[in-house]
């Protein structure tokens, strides 16, 4: 409840996560069934990068305001565009003052007749977000896994995406997102999800990969195929810092795959440091 995504807004591994939610998203649309999005850590919506208490941070200069101001590799282009296209609209000319958060993202890509839910606990952030979104979207101020989980269960034609990314503050995310996933996956085997996390060490990210396998490949449940991409900026050496992010797509639309490769090697070369290496891999039964 401590965490505020405004520090760490417009970083590397926002523009890995939203260049992938957009390729997620184009990919999903082509499905004539309408879809559902559910954000089960939704944040505020629209980050100020103006404002000196999160400013401080300077993740957002070494982040989308440094993208920007170089050349955009191909895979990143549709997101650059789509933050200047926005901070034009909004009278920023000349500079970057806003990054959207995955909330205005994915609103401003879908159809009409597709719909949006975020899910944010925290008070301030939830009265942001529902400024930001609504009427286009709705706003819960609850818990996200059980929104997610409990809207699986509704028997809706709807295809349904979850987008997974929470701050990892607390020492049961890994848990509840597989758990979230099995219940999910149990009731609507044609679920997806794109889930975000980040990369300090090998082992906490081995042991999730391994309880995603045990607990979704126990034929019990549908058993997806699960798209993982390693964004390692530098070696992962030293687990109090984020030496990277990862991405792990359920049951990812034909065509992501491609996308998501060039995007986590554009990532990595735009942002990583000597010894850095994107891979991306296959998980499935």
Request: aromatic letters at 10%.
């Amino acid at each position: 409840m401590n965490y505020r995504h405004g520090f760490h807004a417009g970083n590397f591994a926002d523009l890995a996560k939203h260049a992938a939610v957009l390729s997620f998203l184009k990919h999903l649309r082509g499905s004539a069934a309408p879809l559902t999005v559910i954000d089960t850590h939704a944040g505020a919506g629209y980050y100020d990068l103006s404002d000196p208490h999160f400013a401080r941070s300077k993740e957002a200069e070494a982040g989308i305001k440094y993208l920007l101001s170089s050349d955009v590799p191909d895979s990143l282009k549709p997101l650059a565009g789509y933050v200047r296209a926005k901070n034009e609209r909004a009278g920023f000319r000349d500079s970057i003052g806003l990054y959207p958060g995955s909330p205005v993202l994915t609103l401003d890509h879908l159809r009409v007749g597709d719909a949006y839910v975020g899910c944010e606990l925290r008070p301030d952030d939830f009265r942001y977000l529902q400024e930001a979104i609504v009427p286009r979207g709705k706003a819960q101020n609850v818990d996200g896994y059980k929104f997610a989980v409990g809207a699986a269960q509704i028997d809706d034609p709807a295809d349904m995406f979850w987008l997974i990314d929470p701050p990892f503050e607390r020492s049961d995310d890994y848990t509840q997102i597989v758990d979230a996933l099995k219940a999910g996956l149990t009731a609507r085997p044609n679920l997806t999800a794109l889930i975000w996390l980040p990369l300090k060490d090998l082992e906490t990210f081995d042991r999730y990969l391994r309880d995603m396998e045990h607990e979704l490949f126990n034929g019990e449940t549908h058993e997806p195929d699960l798209l993982i991409a390693e964004l390692r900026l530098r070696p992962l050496w030293n687990p109090m810092k984020m030496n990277g992010c990862a991405l792990v797509a359920v049951g990812a639309p034909q065509g992501f795959e491609a996308d998501l490769r060039a995007i986590a090697a554009d990532v990595v070369t735009v942002f990583g440091d000597e010894g850095g290496l994107a891979k991306v891999w296959t998980l499935n039964p």
